[in-house]
């Protein structure tokens, strides 16, 4: 069976500074794994994805995230804080055979001006 | 024009009542899954469709039925509320082939009293 811890439930950030969420998965098979944000009062939107091409994964707002398969981790990260990078992001793993996604319990950001 | 839909965005009922949420797509999608969202616990699995004809159990699936009257609409139900089943509901699609990835509605905020 797949699953996906986040460290840090919260995480607060100052405006202009690396944002680090973190993610770890296990999976008994190769894994698709995600990474979805959802600003207030809307639903989840995709930021990036790793599907077993290029490791160092790109996003949209300027995030990438890094699959290491020794660590078994896919932490996201953005060089430079923006207050509109202010919620919450939910790491995901595609599950075995038909399953749909697990994801993990989410990671509420928090950019301080 | 938004891709999945979800009616009603809010609803306030009592304990008892049946419910029914619907969710709509024109992303031409195969699958469907229904998603709970508490505060702190991430999304967790109801039910998932895979076509018109199969239809499965997620992790949460007691107090929940649901129906896929055809490839573009997944209803869920809850056929006597209770208050622990106050959350956020949403519905997501995907295709039927690779990653799996998913397209999520604007979600229905629920409120049993």
């Known amino acids: 069976a797949q699953s996906v811890t986040q460290l840090g439930s919260h995480v607060s950030v100052s405006e202009g500074a690396l944002v680090l969420l973190r993610c770890n998965y296990s999976?008994?098979?190769?894994?698709?794994l995600f990474w979805y944000v959802q600003y207030p009062n809307q639903g989840l939107q995709l930021l990036l994805k790793?599907?077993?091409?290029?490791?160092l994964v790109k996003g949209i707002n300027g995030f990438e995230a890094e699959f290491k398969k020794s660590e078994t981790s896919f932490h996201l990260t953005k060089p430079s804080a923006h207050m509109s990078d202010a919620a919450e992001y939910f790491c995901a793993v595609r599950g075995t055979g038909r399953r749909a996604l697990t994801f993990g319990s989410g990671t509420r950001l928090q950019v301080q001006p | 024009d938004a891709d999945v839909t979800q009616t009603p965005r809010n609803r306030i009922t009592k304990t008892g009542k049946r419910i029914m949420l619907e969710c709509s797509q024109t992303?031409?999608?195969?699958?469907m899954y229904w998603y709970r969202q508490d505060p702190g616990l991430g999304l967790q699995l109801i039910y998932y469709?895979?076509?018109?004809?199969?239809?499965n159990k997620g992790e949460i699936s007691d107090g929940y039925s649901v129906s896929r009257q055809a490839q573009a609409k997944f209803s869920l139900s809850l056929e006597s509320a209770i208050p622990n089943q106050t959350a956020l509901y949403f519905c997501?699609?995907?295709?039927?082939?690779?990653?799996?990835?998913?397209?999520f509605g604007p979600g229905t905020r629920l409120t049993v009293l």
């Open positions: 997501a699609t995907s295709k039927g082939q690779g990653d799996n990835e998913q397209f």
């Open positions: 992303k031409g999608h195969d699958r």
């Open positions: 469709s895979f076509d018109v004809k199969d239809i």
């Open positions: 790793y599907t077993s091409a290029a490791t």
């Open positions: 999976s008994s098979v190769p894994p698709y």
